[in-house]
């Protein structure tokens, strides 16, 4: 589901309440990973190691889309590739609180 914020919502299943919500951290298979204020989750992650594909690093070429598993993302802009339900592009999205990610160094 998307709004005029560019918040995305993936389906429901072992979201973090929003009172749970706090600071921006990301959860991988590898463990809570903080974010810093003003980063993108692309940045969190590789900032802790993992290696996600991109390209474009802008919203527009959809080779970073990863499965967003709980939480909500919010893009500063709206991305021009496509991502559907339950995705999202960590190269232009920031986390609402804690996300889970389908993720893993690798
Ligand atoms: S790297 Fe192109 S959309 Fe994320």
């Keep these: 589901m998307s709004d005029a914020t560019g918040t995305l919502t993936p389906a429901?299943?072992?979201?973090?309440a929003q009172s749970e919500a706090g600071s921006p951290r990301v959860?991988?298979?590898d463990g809570v990973l903080h974010a810093h204020p003003g980063e993108s989750v692309l940045e969190t992650l590789e900032?802790?190691?993992h290696h996600v594909e991109f390209q474009c690093r802008s919203g527009y070429c959809g080779a970073c889309r990863t499965p967003l598993l709980a939480g909500s993302v919010h893009y500063a802009a709206v991305p021009l590739a496509f991502v559907s339900q339950g995705e999202c592009l960590p190269c232009c999205c920031q986390p609402?609180?804690?996300i889970r990610l389908d993720i893993q160094k690798g």
């Design 12 to 16: 429901p299943h072992a979201v973090p």
């Design 27 to 29: 959860h991988t298979q």
């Design 47 to 49: 900032r802790h190691g």
């Design 96 to 98: 609402v609180g804690a």
